[in-house]
């Protein structure tokens, strides 16, 4: 029997129901250590010095992380914890663990546990099998992991054993970051830098700016069985054949409905296990597909956020399997079907407790909430290329611009209302400074931003930057992206293009301009350079395609060419002047990106050709020999001369798409070998894009996908569409 009749057969799989405690917060960051935690287990000098780091970057001397070290130790083997970990996010996509014990053997030989401050601080893992762009290569240098103390250790409760994990930074010995969080953290800084001095026009209090992040993770679910049955879901998370049901969500009755039993089990377990782990997720609900799900948690500081993201996908992923399940966090898995994004609603808040992305309650607070508003819309208009580039990857090219993600087109939507304002500012400040400011700063701008507008915000879909009210929401990044990337350049973006806002600001009032008449002229002049950017319309229309192009906005639908932004002049300037990114630096990402996505065309291009030949030609092959003995049988009994016709032509039918999957297989190959033989990575790149999966991809699946419909279903070795979404 086929593994998809034996799935099929087995689907009934039983419901684990564990044991809940009926209180969140009754378990809540119960596997963390929190502030609370250290200042049990920690002397009032390690906790001072730990804080210290936490709130301002000081440097924690060797004594002090010995302390810390224990004092966390002592903690984690309260909870029956033997092991540690560096945990970090290497530019692999995934996260990186590898486990050491507290044991240990003193010089004579008694066994102890310790775990040495030096241990807490620096580790080597064997970096070599990390991607790094030819760096290391390049230094000869290895690599290490440094803690980060602004993100708390926690305890992984995997099957049997429970593992202390350190996040950590993870970086080469001469320097250069290798993971997403070295170059996040120092983005953070720098916006924190320009937004305090920005904020201090208004607010001298303001001492730290922190930027906010709640993501919404998008994901399918689907049986563990079927899933097994599917070489395409298990090798690439995406299905790369499969004719759509006849039914697949043009019911809508998909979205916000109920949630099957099985699955909401699965929720209710790995929302638990994220409870303990201190994710403070808050939202649950069915997407518009069949089988598609969303999740968000209560925001939270970014480098947090991002770490409790990359955390969730691997909780999920593990959780998923105790129920018979399995997530699938790819962008795209099914064609003619939703895909799957992840929301990065993001916005910047002041030690003094304001949130620069909220309307104000006074004219005052106003202007500082116009400034900050502006000046991302500014970012966004500058740096689009890099925005684009940032959430660029081989499974994101199939949901992007796909008639349900937002397109490739960086724009911001920010509502008839703000649009309005905007217009006002632009008109009535004028280019000259005139008594017209004055009225306009202390009623104008007032009266025309309701202290109301979180809920007069309206709501477009299919913009990739939208304004939601007090922040910013960027919906083009995809659902297995880490967020690091794309929260990084969001940030730099601001951060740069804040520092020049202070900088026009500044020489404005060197020439004698009052503060506020300064800054009001300096918004006006960053609404009408950047609001080409603005689109209110339907994202998702052949209009806005072409009404951008005569905007000149960039339209870049492909990964290999996305990436360009990365390396040109501007960007380097951009993230050198920033101390995010040495040229070194931003050059390996962007070979490692152009890897990616090489292999991950490669690794789907070979399977394809596998499949094809392996599973659906033998299928196809048999059923038309069936046919052809049945046409015998026909022509032997005499039979009318009608039902051979018939015969002939489905024999005909299968015969012409046997021929397609065999003849494109075979092209696609040599196409493959032609770009292998490319040296030049992004050429290589480029011609995977075009000449393999533009070329053969589609033509392939439509041949294989006429071919599942055409085949005896019994002898077809592939779980259909119908089956994965919508057996449970
Ligand atoms: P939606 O209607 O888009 O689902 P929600 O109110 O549910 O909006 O929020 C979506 C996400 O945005 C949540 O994770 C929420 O915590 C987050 N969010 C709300 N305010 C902020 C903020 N100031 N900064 C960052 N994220 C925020
Ligand atoms: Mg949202």
Redesign the pocket.
């Known amino acids: 029997m086929s593994l998809r009749f034996e799935a099929l057969n087995n689907l009934s799989s039983p419901n684990r129901t564990p044991e809940y405690s009926t209180k969140i917060t009754a378990i809540f960051a119960e596997n963390v250590f929190t502030y609370q935690t250290a200042r049990q287990f920690l002397s009032d000098e390690a906790y001072k010095s730990l804080m210290g780091s936490i709130k301002s970057g000081q440097k924690i001397d060797r004594s002090m992380a010995a302390q810390i070290a224990n004092g966390i130790r002592a903690w984690a083997e309260s909870k029956g914890v033997t092991h540690f970990t560096h945990w970090f996010q290497p530019l692999t996509g995934t996260t990186a663990e590898k486990h050491d014990s507290f044991f240990t053997l003193k010089s004579d030989g008694t066994p102890i546990e310790q775990f040495e401050g030096d241990a807490l601080v620096q580790q080597e893992p064997d970096a070599s099998s990390f991607p790094s762009g030819g760096i290391r290569a390049t230094f000869e240098a290895r690599g290490y992991t440094a803690w980060d103390p602004s993100s708390p250790a926690f305890i992984m409760d995997i099957g049997y054993g429970k593992t202390l994990c350190i996040p950590t930074i993870f970086v080469a010995y001469t320097g250069e970051s290798l993971d997403y969080k070295a170059p996040l953290l120092k983005a953070l800084e720098a916006l924190n830098k320009s937004a305090v001095e920005v904020c201090n026009y208004f607010d001298k209090n303001v001492t730290r700016v922190t930027p906010?992040?709640?993501?919404?993770q998008e994901y399918f679910v689907v049986d563990e069985g079927l899933f097994n049955a599917r070489p395409d879901l298990v090798m690439c998370g995406r299905t790369v054949f499969g004719h759509s049901p006849a039914k697949g969500q043009q019911l809508e009755d998909h979205y916000f409905g109920s949630i099957p039993e099985r699955v909401y089990s699965f929720m209710r377990d790995f929302e638990n296990e994220s409870y303990r782990l201190g994710i403070p997720l808050?939202?649950r609900h069915n997407e518009v597909a069949p089988a598609q799900f969303e999740c968000?948690?209560?925001?939270e500081e970014v480098n947090l956020a991002v770490d409790h993201n990359t955390l969730l996908m691997d909780v999920m992923t593990r959780v998923a399997s105790r129920h018979g399940l399995r997530v699938l966090l790819h962008e795209k898995p099914f064609a003619g079907i939703n895909g799957s994004g992840k929301?990065n609603?993001?916005?910047m808040?002041t030690d003094t407790g304001v949130?620069l992305?909220a309307p104000g309650k006074t004219p005052k607070t106003n202007l500082m909430f116009l400034t900050f508003f502006v000046n991302t819309i500014k970012a966004v208009h500058d740096y689009a290329d890099l925005l684009r580039a940032s959430i660029a990857s081989a499974s994101n090219d199939f949901r992007l611009g796909a008639n349900e993600a937002p397109p490739a087109i960086i724009s911001v939507f920010i509502g008839q209302y703000l649009t309005k304002v905007l217009q006002e500012v632009k008109e009535r400040v004028g280019d000259k400074f005139d008594e017209q400011d004055e009225s306009m700063l202390k009623m104008e701008i007032h009266r025309s931003i309701p202290e109301l507008l979180m809920d007069n915000t309206d709501r477009n879909r299919t913009s990739p930057f939208a304004f939601?009210g007090?922040?910013f929401?960027f919906r083009a990044v995809g659902s297995t992206a880490n967020c690091a990337n794309p929260m990084t350049v969001l940030n730099t973006i601001m951060a740069a293009t804040l520092k020049q806002f202070k900088k026009d600001v500044d020489g404005l009032i060197e020439k004698g301009e009052k503060k506020e008449i300064a800054i009001l002229h300096t918004i006006r002049e960053y609404i009408v350079s950047s609001e080409r950017v603005l689109f209110e319309g339907d994202g998702y229309s052949a209009e806005w395609e072409k009404e951008a192009e005569s905007r000149g906005l960039a339209n870049v639908k492909t990964t290999p060419l996305a990436l360009d932004a990365m390396v040109t002049e501007k960007a380097m300037n951009l993230f050198t002047e920033n101390n995010i990114y040495s040229h070194v630096e931003l050059e390996a990402r962007h070979e490692i990106e152009l890897e990616k996505y090489i292999k991950k065309v490669q690794i789907e291009s070979r399977l394809m050709a596998e499949l094809a030949t392996s599973h659906i030609l033998p299928a196809a092959i048999k059923y038309q020999n069936t046919l052809i003995e049945n046409l015998r049988g026909l022509k032997e009994a005499g039979l009318g001369e009608d039902a051979c016709t018939r015969r002939t032509a489905i024999v005909q039918k299968l015969s012409t798409h046997i021929n397609s999957v065999s003849e494109n297989v075979e092209e696609m190959i040599e196409a493959r070998k032609r770009c292998n033989g490319l040296s030049d990575t992004r050429e290589m790149a480029i011609a995977y894009c075009t000449e393999v999966k533009e070329k053969y991809f589609d033509n392939l699946r439509y041949h294989v996908d006429k071919l599942e419909q055409l085949v005896d279903d019994k002898e077809w070795y592939l779980p259909k569409y119908r089956e994965i979404l919508f057996l449970r």
């Open positions: 906010t992040l709640g993501w919404e808050r939202t968000a948690p209560i925001f929301h609603n993001w916005s808040a949130n992305l939601t007090n922040k929401e």
